[in-house]
């Protein structure tokens, strides 16, 4: 069996636009070069089909049999390249409708996500948001395409993965304003820290690094409740004498719902990074290039600006 001529792009434009012109002058313009240049590559397109194509006459360049056979085939390639590359260049966020799917913490939910969805829905009235939790098939969903982006401290998204860092957490107490023992302003030291029963958050990455430190430094901490997430723990903190160890920025934010006073951590729990995550198929997707740029937008702080942290395992 005889190899098969492969032709290019430029070269079925050149005989779709001859075919179209009938001119080599007109044909030249269209696509941008000098006369010469498109001759030189219609004569290699005749010696690699192994014929004349298009015939000098008084009415201009005549397509041979040849190519009045394969003009069409010629355009539906053509078409097909155009559609290609123009399915994978635009997402307009003011008019095209699209539903994002997010893994994220409840304590995301709080402290994340009314930002998001009101920037979201002022920017692009026909995207729709879900927030899913963050599970330990995230990564395979992330890969299908069923989810978006990952949103947290997610030490396990790692081969396959592009990051970058959105903000730095350390660590927080929360307590009751009116706390017996602990007053405003007023020193919280280990002593303080081991003394006091807790309310404590059992499931989820930051929980885990908290508790590793606990054990690792031989702490005492008396948990009197453990909660599943944090959605009741300022209705509980403010009526009780519990103590609560929280990441700073939903400590605060709980603290500012609940009227609760925040004190610095005894305990020196190391901080970690809140990032989003996302697969490496989806790196150049357009709608969510342009979700991570609107997250970026809301949650990178200054102090992260300066030096970009992205990565590809």
Same mark, same amino acid.
Request: with cysteine; glycine share 10%; net charge neutral.
């Given at each position: 069996?005889?190899?098969?001529p ?5 070269? #079925? ?6 075919? !179209? ?20 590559w ?7 089909? @192994? ?11 005549? /397509? ?11 355009r ?5 390249l155009?559609?290609?590359? =123009?399915? +994978? ?25 009314p930002r998001?969805?009101?920037?979201v829905?002022?920017?692009a009235p &026909? ?24 949103? @947290? ?10 990051? +970058?860092?959105?903000?730095? +957490?350390?660590w *927080?107490?929360?307590?009751?304003? &009116? $706390? ?9 030291? #280990?002593d ?5 029963? $807790?309310?404590?958050? *059992?499931? @989820? ?14 702490? =005492?901490r008396?948990?009197?409740? !453990?909660?599943?997430?944090f ?5 509980? #903190? ?10 700073? $920025?939903?400590g =605060?934010?709980?603290?500012?719902? @609940?009227?609760l006073?925040?004190l610095?951590? /005894?305990v ?14 989806? $790196? ?23 030096q970009?942290?992205? !990565?590809?395992?």
């Amino acid at each position: 069996m005889s190899d098969l001529p492969l032709l290019d792009g430029r070269q #079925l434009q050149l005989m779709d636009l001859l075919y !179209s012109t009938g001119s080599v002058t007109r044909t030249a313009e269209a696509l941008g070069q000098t006369q010469p240049t498109v001759s030189i590559w219609l004569a290699r397109l005749r010696t690699q089909l @192994g014929d004349p194509l298009f015939v000098r006459t008084p009415q201009g360049m005549r /397509p041979t049999p040849r190519v009045e056979a394969m003009i069409e085939t010629v355009r539906d390639v053509l078409r097909g390249l155009r559609s290609i590359a =123009e399915s +994978q260049s635009v997402f307009d966020p003011a008019t095209m409708p699209r539903s994002f799917r997010i893994f994220m913490t409840d304590a995301s939910h709080i402290t994340l996500l009314p930002r998001l969805f009101s920037q979201v829905r002022a920017l692009a009235p &026909g995207v729709s948001l879900e927030a899913a939790p963050i599970h330990a098939g995230m990564g395979a969903e992330l890969e299908s395409g069923a989810a978006d982006l990952a949103l @947290g401290f997610i030490p396990t998204l790692d081969a396959g993965f592009y990051q +970058q860092a959105l903000y730095e +957490q350390d660590w *927080v107490c929360l307590a009751h304003p &009116g $706390h017996p023992r602990i007053r405003p302003g007023a020193s919280f030291g #280990l002593d303080d820290y081991s003394r006091e029963a $807790h309310a404590g958050i *059992v499931y @989820g990455t930051g929980a885990q690094l908290l508790d590793a430190t606990i054990r690792r430094l031989g702490v =005492e901490r008396r948990l009197a409740l !453990s909660l599943p997430g944090f959605l009741g723990l300022p209705a509980i #903190l403010s009526t009780t004498d519990l103590i609560a160890t929280l990441p700073r $920025h939903i400590g =605060e934010t709980l603290a500012a719902l @609940g009227g609760l006073q925040v004190l610095d951590c /005894p305990v020196p729990i190391p901080g970690f990074q809140v990032r989003q995550h996302w697969h490496t198929r989806f $790196h150049q997707d357009p709608g969510n290039r342009w979700l991570r740029g609107v997250c970026a937008g809301l949650f990178l702080r200054a102090a992260d600006t300066a030096q970009p942290d992205l !990565s590809g395992a």
